[in-house]
């Protein structure tokens, strides 16, 4: 009885195209070897599924078995010359198997002879299938690549959108409850002072579900949708953005804001009061970090912050958690001891910051011409860039990546500018806040929120350091004269 190696190959394309599928080849090849008074001895299949890493490792399979039992094999089944090959290299192999290894090359569907003649045949038609098989190739990046000039994606929208037919054609549209998840996340992220981990747990507590297969949002895929530039209305393409056509879901400015708050990892800080790199482990150097724990009570559950060194774990290292309260017990201490009763006092203290407004406001005037320098020259580069595209100097890829960098620095210019236009004031006011909070009564701190304690504390201190459980704040000028006392013995006249 004859034995035969056989391989059948499919694509989704070919099998609509052309109406075959694996099993009617199988049917064929078992058909023929039975007819030839034979069996396949060894069949293998590469399915549409199957991705090119598979497809080659298959092939070289079969290229390899029948090497090894060439002795006992009388020929190499195939469908159709085009089954057999993608290109002409492949090809090549299996001709060489029928030269040095006395394997004929047999297609059922389309017969030839092991002749001259017969082998030309059998070359042409693979020529033609590695031309149709490059040529598909370059249709396929062709329609791509119109389809990205068209402004519609060329695959699934991102999370938010859902894929739509029309005329005939694939889009997509606004899917409304994962896009209003989309406004959320954003708007938690870039205005109410949100980590990634704090928008976990936000969202699970507003009932937001990712998918119904994983109904919390994963960590991973919140920051993947905040550095997705689909959401204000473009769309990637072989590494590039380009313009879209579906609707944004999210203004500019807020994106800006979101890209500026990522920059700055400002998503890897806790969202506590005393951590964040705003104090440092005495023993070690390592920031201060904060903990939420649940304690189980009779009366039902509790909430406790700590706060503790990052290397709290590593051996040697003092294990020592300090309570948020004892910290808030320490900074009370520190604004009641700043308290000043003299009234002239207190007129020094007003003088002395806007002197050093005035300072920031001369050091403010000289970035933002500098920044107005940088935004006019990138301005002009976009007007030369585009000439350049008009005229065919560049290609198409050169000038989007190019204007998407443009784009990108005059956005984040355009953000510095707002920055600096408001911080002067906004330094300012919090400073003659932290003044008159000083002076006045410890519920004003209890009833901040966290944005204002850290902003309050970071224009207070320098820098802090937590020596066992002790708080050793670096104060800044000149609330370190505060902090040290106004009047000294030794002054003289009794004064500062």
């Known amino acids: 009885m004859k034995r035969f190696l056989a391989l059948a190959r499919v694509s989704s394309r070919e099998q609509e195209r052309e109406g075959f599928s694996l099993e009617v080849q199988e049917d064929a090849l078992r058909r023929y070897a039975m007819q030839a008074g034979g069996e396949i001895a060894k069949l293998y299949r590469i399915a549409e599924t199957a991705s090119k890493g598979d497809e080659r490792k298959t092939f070289r399979e079969l290229v390899n078995y029948a090497k090894k039992n060439a002795g006992v094999l009388d020929g190499l089944l195939f469908y159709k010359v085009d089954r057999a090959a993608r290109n002409l290299f492949d090809y090549v192999e299996l001709e060489r198997l029928e030269s040095e290894y006395d394997l004929p090359f047999i297609s059922v569907s389309q017969p030839t002879e092991n002749t001259p003649a017969g082998r030309m045949m059998r070359r042409t038609l693979a020529n033609m299938a590695s031309f149709y098989t490059e040529q598909q190739s370059v249709d396929v990046r062709e329609g791509l690549a119109r389809r990205v000039q068209e402004g519609w994606f060329v695959s699934r929208g991102p999370y938010g959108y859902r894929n739509i037919r029309k005329d005939g054609r694939g889009m997509v549209e606004v899917d409304p409850i994962p896009a209003d998840n989309i406004k959320r996340i954003f708007q938690l992220f870039a205005y109410e002072n949100h980590t990634l981990d704090t928008l976990v747990e936000k969202l699970a507590g507003e009932g937001r579900q990712f998918r119904d297969s994983t109904p919390k949002f994963p960590r991973s895929s919140i920051h993947n949708i905040l550095k997705d530039r689909a959401y204000i209305g473009e769309l990637e393409f072989r590494g590039e953005w380009y313009p879209g056509k579906h609707e944004p879901l999210i203004d500019r400015a807020t994106w800006d804001r979101v890209q500026a708050l990522l920059g700055g990892h400002v998503y890897q800080s806790h969202a506590h009061t005393y951590a964040g790199d705003l104090i440092q482990c005495a023993h070690c150097g390592h920031p201060i970090t904060g903990e939420r724990v649940r304690k189980k009570m009779k009366s039902g559950e509790r909430f406790y912050t700590y706060y503790r060194c990052t290397y709290y774990n590593i051996a040697g290292h003092p294990r020592i958690r300090v309570p948020e309260a004892e910290l808030e017990r320490q900074v009370m201490a520190i604004f009641e001891k700043m308290r000043v009763e003299d009234e002239g006092v207190r007129d020094w203290f007003r003088l002395v910051l806007a002197s050093q407004t005035r300072d920031a406001q001369a050091d ?15 301005v002009g580069q976009q007007d ?113």
């Open 364 to 378: 403010s005037r000289a970035q933002r011409l500098e920044l107005q320098r940088q935004g006019t020259l990138i």
């Open 384 to 496: 030369r860039l585009l000439n350049m595209r008009l005229a065919e100097e560049i290609d198409e890829a050169t000038f989007a990546r190019k204007h998407t960098e443009m784009r990108d620095r005059l956005a984040s210019i355009k953000l510095q500018l707002d920055v600096l236009d408001r911080s002067h004031d906004e330094t300012a006011d919090l400073a003659t806040k932290v003044f008159e909070l000083s002076q006045t009564l410890k519920q004003q701190w209890l009833t901040a929120d966290y944005t204002a304690k850290r902003r309050l504390l970071e224009i207070v201190f320098l820098n802090c350091r937590l020596e066992d459980v002790n708080l050793i704040p670096t104060m800044r000028k000149p609330f370190d004269v505060l902090a040290e006392g106004l009047l000294s013995e030794n002054s003289r006249d009794g004064g500062i």
